[in-house]
């Protein structure tokens, strides 16, 4: 095996770590919304931005999907809470997109 061969295979390796699921949500929000209610809120805007989304929901949560072409597909998730939702963002961020907040971040902090 070459260098430049040893070279891409340690750089898939590396970046298939960054294109796995976080654990751990990248921001944790809380709306007196409900998540039905957040999520009508959250989608126009992402719409707007010609994002692709997917929806799914369950009894007492909502979860859009923003596909990407380029890094691991985005997680906004919105659950029920005693007071309205609790809402977790779930990001890999590029490095020129760490200066600010990401469209879905300022789509989920306008409809709090």
Same mark, same amino acid.
Request: proline share 6%.
């Given at each position: 095996m070459?260098?430049?061969?040893r070279l891409a295979i340690a750089a898939s390796l590396l970046l298939s770590g960054c294109a796995s699921t976080p654990n751990d949500p990248t921001l944790t929000l809380q709306t007196k919304?409900?998540?039905a209610?957040?999520?009508?809120?959250? *989608?126009p805007k992402l719409q707007e931005d010609s994002l692709q989304t997917t929806v799914s929901e369950t009894q007492r949560s909502y979860r859009i999907v923003v596909s990407s072409k380029v890094a691991a597909n985005e997680v906004l998730e919105a659950h029920k809470a005693s007071n309205g939702g609790k809402v977790f963002l779930y990001e890999r961020t *590029? *490095?020129? $997109?760490?200066?600010?907040? $990401?469209? *879905?971040?300022?789509?989920a902090?306008?409809?709090l």
């Open positions: 070459n260098t430049y061969t919304k409900a998540p209610d957040y999520a009508q809120c959250v *989608l *590029l *490095l020129a $997109s760490t200066f600010g907040p $990401s469209r *879905l971040e300022r789509a902090q306008e409809c």
